[in-house]
């Protein structure tokens, strides 16, 4: 891979100028000044740069191993993470009480996308120790939180969430992992997980697991999962580390990417765990950091989309191959640079309105982390909560579709070459694979978004959305060069109710309707979302264009992005209306024994 | 990957019953009847089924090594190679005068479908030698024939093909490899080729390889090539093998798939080879198996869509999660088979409509590689050809981009499981993404179409192919279940008219309107070719059905699938139309330098 240069100046754009995160900073934490935001910003891409986005492609190549029992990690992770650790990293955005520095989570996850873009597989190990921090936080008892944050949140120790089973992965009512009281207030933990990332390492001393199990007397489905923290080791009375608790990895998946993160079957054989939270309610619980996790995993969409087409963007103006059409581009040369060809250009506005269109869709999401978590009135915080429940699931299916679609077409611009290991887009793309697969598919999100979200709630959920389209739309301060934006955002806008109505009038009827749609209205609304952010995101352009701001070329490149995806993106809604509309029975029609003869 | 079941029963629908094969075969080679025609292709399925698809994980897992100069294939490959070789299969198609068993093109085609659907990496050692052994029929000197052609076609001997240079490979104009005549009238050949696919093996005695380079007084591009036939070991006069030759594998290319095929970087170091053709006219005499190379690549898509579509179908027939939103379809189970959940019905039927689709598609232009070379009058040979010229690109780039998309389908259909290596899907989509860049990336077989072939052409060499649609929705013989296919075949033959014009008028004004356009235009005529295909398909289906069938399933499921393909897939050419129509500008406006900042 080419050497990464995190895109700090797009990330100030869609901070700073779009979303205002200065104002928003001030409400919420008001020693985060543009300039020390910015500050921790560049600290971090050096970091990111520099130490761990040369990690990425050994880490690729050298993946872990397990020896007698112990997982070691690709030479490199570990002084990493120390170097992480030392520079207070993993506490950014954790509660003060325990240690951490108490900034907001909407700063930690634009730190993750830089770490991400670098080294995916490296961020995973800070990245899931993030939600089990943060399930401890919400729902742990004063005890536990004690024991177990403050090492975490210094990274002194690592955390992981353990949920899937062989048998089980979106139906986790079929958990088998059994929890039984041994007397003393603690549980013994008996069972198998599996795909655990981040199960075991050499990184850090101590790891928490996250885990979900059964008590003896639970209900059978959904209803009897509990939550409970098991850590590798015991810890004593006064914090240190006791024995080895009976947890251990089984072995280490063989996985088609993110090779450098040790995703690990993990075997509870009478592991000492206590319990998380209320009894039974461990799924109930588990949804305040999925939906973190969720707009993490949207973050892996972001990170291989940008670090592709950095990757393509280099090759295609360095690669010498053919003339253009309509004359020579490097008249001196033996042939013009690739970037010259309308096809490869086609290719990179693609990766580059969606990255830059994803990044900006992710940023207005963490906004409203925040908003939901420290807004001074209820009302405002259910209003953030809201839009965020109805944004997370857009996110992360949306995000990583395309993500993987981009990674793609980066490959694609190096033609056979991005098939062989040496450019790193080859990985990318490998990497990148998973994230439409955990954290819920995209047909969960999608049943999310249209069946639990949408449709369940007649429609309200929409509304804050809705509404700040029609805002943007009629606002009288317009440009005029806005125009074409806002009447498509228009009419798409009263196009979107009406499906949602469409759909909601046949899933009466007929509940397969849901399902059956569900996918492609998904990815219907994320297009509209992103074609109203990137209409937002040309009248910022057009405003600082009327200054005599020094950075025309910056903000006319987004006025060209913000037209191209209008043009060459959006149209995708007019096939989804259409295969939306067509409705269940064409999917349903087919017995299932009859897919093949 | 669960045990691959060729698809026999769909392949004889499609050349049976479709495309009426066995009275096509009566034409060209009398012998073939029905009956002997699916006994070659049972005996090639069990072939492929029992030997080839156990080692397509294995040879993947192993891969190639280099040992001591020489290329060890898979364990396994080179037995199942000389199995290959004694029961005849590599003679199948080739000329009878050199050993070939002279049955046609076609025969081969869908051979070689079974045998790249069973194990692809495996299946490019033959492959490869197809190509060789089809350009030294065509262009070799009699003393050339009589050298290479028996051992190439009776297998003893392998062939390659020697393009792409480190500097280039869309671009050929470029390559630097020389060949100096020696003064014997042989040659000394000096340079590197790359990404030489089974350019070493184990698996045969002799590589012969079929090289482009430039004579010394070579004018400078395209028209300075030359192609050279080059053994790996020389010749002697009594066709027993001499002395090594001068060409030597430097390395292996490091892949993101296909490990089992030896892909390599090749020196030639004073290698001696002979002039094949006319020199200079290397470029051109390429071209004549470059077409057959394309329509191979296009079988690569099906193959992979094939068995993506196979692991996945049994995967979501067997794998309990969730229940069914209409009711428990395994009620005395734990949860429903995924299959009844729509979305996952979804990806299902769109992995199945397209795999068949393709291979409609492919057999089409199979049929007519047989009338180009065979038909009685130079009227039809020319027929022929024109259709293959326009229905190639169309079918090498649209089947190898929807190859992907099917193959990344069918991992999806497993969840976190796709990732993981046991389950085989995550090698299909490795293997499946070389696809659209090789024998020409999809980029290039979009202007080939557009450009080359359609505009310059005035649209002449679409006639053969609209008139098909034309024909076939003017036929008053039609059951009324085919008119909305009709009605929608005729709106869309129309619009692809007014397309193909809007952009020739653009063209003359801007030439880069042509590659903006391209890929896009490519997809759109596939799709409505892919529809074309679908609604013949209902249509003999229906007339099946009609009669006393006892395969009233199968037919019902040919129905069901095109239903689905006409709601569900061919709505994708309102988002085309709008794209192509929306010009070159929103492509090139952006300088080069202002893509990333």
Known sequence: MSKIKLPLRDIEFALFELFHFEEHYADYCPSLDRSLTKALLNESARFCEDILAPLSASGDT????????????????????????????????????????????????VMNELSATANYAWTMYPGLSQGAMHTIESHGSDFQKQTYLPALISGEWTGTMCLTEAHCGTDLGLLKTKATPVGDGSFSLTGTKIFISSGDHDLAQNIVHIVLARLPDAPA?????????????????????????????????????????????????????TLLGEANKGLHLMFTFMNLARLGAALQGIAHAESGFQAALNYSRERLQGRSLSGAKNPTGVADPIISHPD?????????????????MAYFAAKRVDIAQHAATPEKRQMAQDMLSVVTPIAKGFITELGFESASLALQCFGGHGYIKEWGVEQNLRDCRIASLYEGTTGVQALDLLGRKILLSDGKLMDGFTKCIQHFCQDPTNAPELSPYADSLTRLHTEWLGVTQHIGALAQQNPDEVG????????????IFMGYLWARAAKTALAALATSSDEQDFYRAKLATARFYFERILPRTLTLVATIKSGANNLMELPAEQFAF
């Open 221 to 273: 489905g959904t209803k009897g999962i509990s939550l409970f923290i098991v850590p590798k080791f015991t810890v004593n009375a006064d914090g240190s580390l006791g024995a080895r608790n009976g947890v251990s990895c089984g072995s280490l998946e063989h996985k088609m990417g993110i090779h450098g993160n040790a995703t690990c079957v993990l075997n509870f054989d009478g592991a000492v765990g």
């Open 516 to 527: 059956a749609a569900s996918v492609d209205y998904l990815m219907y609304c994320g297009y």
């Open 62 to 109: 050298e993946g872990c191993r397990l020896v007698d029992g112990e997982v070691i990690t690709p030479a490199g992770f570990k002084t990493a993470y120390q170097q992480y650790c030392d520079a207070g990293w993993p506490s950014l955005a954790r509660s003060a009480e325990f240690g951490g520095q108490g900034l907001p989570q909407s700063l930690g996850i």
């Open 344 to 360: 490869v250009r086609r290719m990179l506005m693609t990766q580059k309105a969606l990255s830059e269109g994803m990044r900006m």
